[in-house]
């Protein structure tokens, strides 16, 4: 974010007026900014020691940028770049707060537009604020007398996703919070890989590279995001979800704040959990995602089931009643075109159902049909008024399920998932319910739509 150009020279001038002063408190101020310099620079540290922020130089690079990284962690661990597309070439540069209120990044050699601001203030000529950095690792901007927020960090990720931070959209502002990832470990430019929120249909948070999707962290369902992992094991963190008509939100916090968390994603496809709770043993991966070709979306294509289970054969079938679109690409372990309805099979017909799946990745939610409050019987019901509707399943999994997601079209990205599934219900035709030895579910010609 830059700055419209004003007339910085008058403050330029105020802001020499003052001695240089140690910084080692957490705060910045108009008379307390945080230089770099040769020996590295001035550095602030949260109140719990937690984070620090200050200049520094990533892996080989030569430029200079603002960031915030884990004070008591030996090798620099970065989880905040400000000027990560705007670097300083040199050690020039001084982080402060301007006369409007803004916290603005200048580089001495140029002092006429800063290289970073957060361009979020416009304060009263009588008033002031001041930056502080959190022990959360939030770096805020504040209205001094009111103490009034006017600006986070949080709102403003770059590659990495701390506790009790958001992902997702306010609805009022239109600001979205996502991740991106480095262009490699010496540049921290926006890289090709982004996590986000996709708020259509059930959102679903994605990790797209460019703007394919790659990896489908999934939709809500109540308990976790759907493609999640459960593990057996005492709980580290809990989730929050909010999708209301001020913001669609995704958070999570730990248990236990002494153990260090963060959710990376990383320039080489993947999202990344580590953690850290014994200071000697470092970081230890917790969850690496995509680490299996059923977690690649759409890796056996509309209409097919990945099952990493499968070690012997292809990872990829067919759902109930469709077989492979081209059955020499699926010889070749190519599932990439997905499968087809079977030939005669008679869809919006007397003796048509639902087959179960169990332990199911639900496909892609980004054009489902949501309808909070029905209970699962009433769900069947609805998918089966339309002959467009080809699945269905509980919206809401927690406490013996709740609310309807029914799919139209195509089924895309399901899997088999045994630690995080739920049950998915398949439309299928008569010959199919009596090979699967389901309950005939018989279709009302009085109540079909187109």
Not at 166 to 172: A, H, Q, S, V, Y
Request: charged share 20%; proline share 5%.
């Amino acid at each position: 974010m830059i700055m419209n150009s004003v007339p910085w020279i008058p403050y330029i001038l105020f802001h020499f007026m003052f001695l240089r002063l140690c910084s080692s408190l957490d705060t910045i101020s108009i008379t307390q900014p945080i230089r770099d310099g040769d020996g590295g620079g001035d550095v602030l540290v949260s109140n719990g020691e937690t984070f620090a922020i200050g200049f520094f130089s990533p892996g080989k690079s030569n430029y200079r940028y603002v960031g915030i990284w884990y004070h008591k962690i030996t090798e620099k661990t970065v989880v905040w770049v400000a000027n990560r597309d705007n670097p300083i070439n040199g050690t020039s540069g001084f982080l402060s707060i301007d006369t409007q209120g803004n916290l603005v990044l200048f580089d001495n050699n140029d002092q006429t537009v800063p290289v970073w601001s957060t361009n979020s203030s416009s304060l009263p000529t009588n008033e002031y604020s001041e930056a502080q950095l959190l022990d959360s690792g939030n770096l805020v901007l504040f209205q001094n007398e009111s103490k009034r927020l006017l600006w986070q960090s949080f709102d403003y990720p770059t590659d990495t996703m701390l506790p009790n931070m958001k992902l997702g959209i306010d609805r009022r502002t239109g600001l979205s919070r996502f991740l991106a990832s480095w262009k490699s470990a010496d540049d921290p430019r926006i890289g090709n890989y982004t996590v986000r929120i996709d708020p259509a249909g059930s959102p679903q948070l994605i990790l797209y590279e460019g703007q394919v999707p790659w990896f489908r962290v999934g939709h809500w369902n109540g308990i976790r995001l759907s493609g999640v992992l459960v593990f057996k094991m005492d709980p580290l963190y809990y989730y929050t979800f909010v999708n209301n008509d001020t913001e669609i939100s995704f958070m999570w916090t730990m248990y236990n704040m002494s153990i260090l968390s963060r959710i990376v994603v990383v320039g080489s496809r993947f999202v990344q959990r580590t953690i850290r709770y014994d200071q000697e043993r470092g970081w230890r991966e917790f969850m690496t995602s995509p680490e299996e070709p059923c977690d690649q979306y759409g890796h056996c294509g509309a209409f097919g089931l990945c099952d990493p289970n499968n070690t012997t054969e292809f990872e990829c079938t067919c759902l109930p009643g469709f077989e492979p679109k081209s059955h020499n690409e699926w010889n070749f372990r190519d599932g990439t075109h997905g499968c087809v309805r079977k030939p005669g099979s008679l869809i919006c017909s007397k003796g048509e159902g639902f087959v179960k799946l169990e332990n199911v990745k639900v496909p892609d939610t980004s054009k489902v049909v949501v309808i909070n409050g029905l209970s699962l019987e009433a769900c069947e019901k609805e998918c089966l008024r339309s002959c467009n509707c080809t699945a269905y399943a509980s919206a809401n999994i927690s406490e013996g399920g709740s609310g309807c997601i029914a799919w139209h079209g195509d089924l895309v990205d399901t899997r088999i998932f045994t630690a995080g599934g739920q049950d998915f219900y398949l439309r299928v035709d008569e010959r199919v319910l009596g090979k699967c030895n389901t309950s005939i579910y018989v279709f009302d010609e009085t109540s079909k739509s187109p």
